[in-house]
């Protein structure tokens, strides 16, 4: 079946620095992404829709200069975690849509800032 | 706007056995999909069974069953046979129409333990 992956799997910086989440869609292209925020034993929270070739279009309260998210290809949309602070640390988990309108999900990205 | 309401933050089930998980929504979508995903500790998100709004039939996969309840905005899972593999979180999503279908709203999920 299709395979979104996310890399890396497990980061951890430093407070102040920023850190970047690819996700890929290795065997299909995928004009839609998303990214969901997970806190420990909570649900998934949408943070915006990627869209290839657009601007995101981020839901309300997620600041789009704090999480940067770029979809240059078909394949791989980017989540920059910009001057990353602990209260950042998280599982970031994304998902990308298929021609037929299928969805798939990453394996997510815990982020741990110090 | 659109709310997922899980009630039972934990459940147990004894394998073989069956099990139901509920889930009430709300939303002002005229038409929707409704979804039940798993998340074993592996965190990966697995489509378990995907309804839409439109069609009156439950729908069914294989073990797993939902009742579509659209009057009262409910949406329940049931597992039958359960199996060890199916410990995991589970989690209730709506999504909208069209654009945003895939704009998913969770509930806040319900571990489920299977015990041997």
Redo the contacts between chains.
């Keep these: 079946g299709a395979v979104v992956s996310q890399h890396p799997s497990w980061v951890i910086c430093k407070s102040g620095t920023s850190v970047k989440i690819e996700c890929r869609s290795l065997d299909f292209q995928a004009t ?1 992404m ?1 990214w969901y925020r997970q806190f420990p034993k ?5 943070m915006a ?1 990627s869209n290839e070739g657009s601007k995101a279009t981020y839901e309300q309260g997620v600041e789009k200069d704090k999480f940067l998210i770029n979809h240059a290809s078909l394949t791989l949309s980017t989540l920059t975690v910009t001057s990353a602070h602990p209260e950042d640390s998280s ?1 970031y ?1 994304c ?1 990308a ?1 298929d021609i037929t ?1 299928e ?1 798939f ?4 990205s815990r982020l741990t800032v110090l | 706007a659109q709310t997922v309401t899980q009630s039972q933050p934990e459940m147990s089930v004894q394998e073989a056995e069956t099990v139901t998980l509920s889930c009430t929504y709300d939303t002002s979508e005229s038409n929707y999909y409704l979804f039940w ?1 798993k998340q074993p500790p ?6 378990v069974i995907r309804q839409e709004a439109y069609k009156q039939q439950n729908a069914t996969e294989n073990r797993f069953s939902v009742n579509f309840q659209k009057a009262a905005k409910s949406f329940s899972l049931k597992i039958s046979d359960s199996q060890l593999g199916d410990t995991a979180m589970y ?1 209730c999503a709506s999504g909208g129409s069209g654009a945003g ?9 319900t571990k489920l333990s299977v015990i041997p």
């Design positions: 839609t998303f909570q649900s998934l929270m949408l829709t599982f988990i998902s849509l309108g969805l999900f990453g394996e997510g | 995903y592996s965190r990966q998100m697995i489509l989690f279908s895939y704009q998913l709203t969770f509930g806040k999920g």
